[in-house]
C-alpha cells in the first residue's frame, strides 16, 4: 500500500528536500506541498493523505493549528518539524494531536522511516528527543515539591510502574524485563492507563507523567531507552484492544 504525504513548510528548499526524499520511495508518495498552515489544511481536505509533515513555525496559520484543524476533521496523522532549540510550542503541539516529532536536519533514512512507523498506526517517541521536549515544557517550579495527583488514583500500583517507565521512553519489551511479566500483560498494562486517564497513545501518557508529577525533569532515566548519541526515533505501537 502506498503512504500519500503532504509536506508543509514555508522554507522552499527545506519542503522540496524532504518531497524528493519521500517521493523517491517506492512505497511513499508526496501528494501535495504547502507553504502555510492554511495551505496544509487544504491540501489534507483536497487529497485525503495519512501524513501529513508539518513545520511548527509557519505563516498565516502555524503548524499547530494546523495540526488541531487536521485532526478534528480527518484521520491524517501528523508528525511536526522542529528546530528543539527555538521552538517554544511543542507541549501545545502534542495536545493537538501531533504524534511524533522530527528535527528539521533529519538525516534521510530517518525521515522516511518516521512516515512509515507513523503511516502505519505508531507514534515516534524518541528518548533523546520526544522526552527532552516534554521536560522542557512541562518542567514544574524548581522549589515545589511533587504531590501525588489525585488523577493518578484511578491506576493500580503496577500500572502506575507502567506510566512512569513509559515516561522514561521504555519499549513494550524493556517494560516487561523490567517488571518481571510477558508482553502480552504489558500491553495489557499500557491500554489500561491509556483507557483509565483517557489518554490518545503514549505520547500523551508521557506528558501526563509529567503534569501528575510522577516523573520530573531531571530524572534519570533507567537507560534502557535511551540508545546513545540519541539513536534513530523509537517506534512505539499503541496497544492492541
Not at 504547502?34 to 491540501?43: F, I, L, R, W
Not at 534521510?108 to 505508531?122: E, I, M, N, S
Amino acid at each position: 500500500m502506498t503512504i500519500r504525504v503532504v509536506v508543509a513548510d514555508d522554507q522552499e528548499l527545506v519542503r522540496s528536500g524532504f518531497a524528493m526524499i519521500l517521493d523517491a520511495q517506492p512505497d511513499i508518495e508526496v501528494v501535495a506541498e504547502a507553504g502555510d498552515g492554511a495551505e496544509a489544511v487544504e491540501a489534507v481536505r483536497r487529497h485525503a493523505p495519512d501524513v501529513a509533515l508539518l513545520d511548527i513555525r509557519m505563516p498565516r496559520m502555524d503548524g499547530i493549528e494546523a495540526c488541531r484543524a487536521i485532526h478534528a476533521e480527518s484521520i491524517c496523522r501528523t508528525v511536526m518539524l522542529t528546530t528543539f532549540d527555538s521552538d517554544a510550542y511543542v507541549y501545545d503541539a502534542l495536545h493537538a494531536g501531533a504524534a511524533g516529532f522530527l528535527l528539521k536536519d533529519v538525516r534521510r533514512d530517518d525521515l522516511v522511516h518516521a512516515v512509515r512507523v507513523v503511516a502505519r498506526g505508531d507514534s515516534l517517541l524518541a528518548p533523546s528527543v520526544a522526552r527532552r521536549l516534554v521536560e522542557q515544557y512541562t518542567r514544574p517550579a524548581p522549589a515545589r515539591p511533587r504531590r501525588a495527583d489525585p488523577r493518578l488514583d484511578v491506576l493500580t500500583g503496577r500500572e502506575r510502574q507502567t506510566l512512569l517507565l513509559l515516561a522514561r521512553g521504555l519499549s513494550n519489551a524493556e517494560i516487561a524485563a523490567e517488571l518481571v511479566v510477558s508482553d502480552h500483560t504489558v500491553k495489557t498494562h499500557v491500554g489500561n492507563v491509556l483507557a483509565k486517564l483517557g489518554l490518545r497513545d503514549r505520547i500523551q501518557a508521557v506528558i501526563c507523567a509529567y503534569e501528575t508529577g510522577l516523573i520530573a525533569a531531571g530524572d534519570e532515566p533507567s537507560g534502557a531507552g535511551s540508545p546513545p548519541g540519541g539513536g534513530r526515533p523509537r517506534p512505539v505501537s499503541p496497544p492492541r484492544r
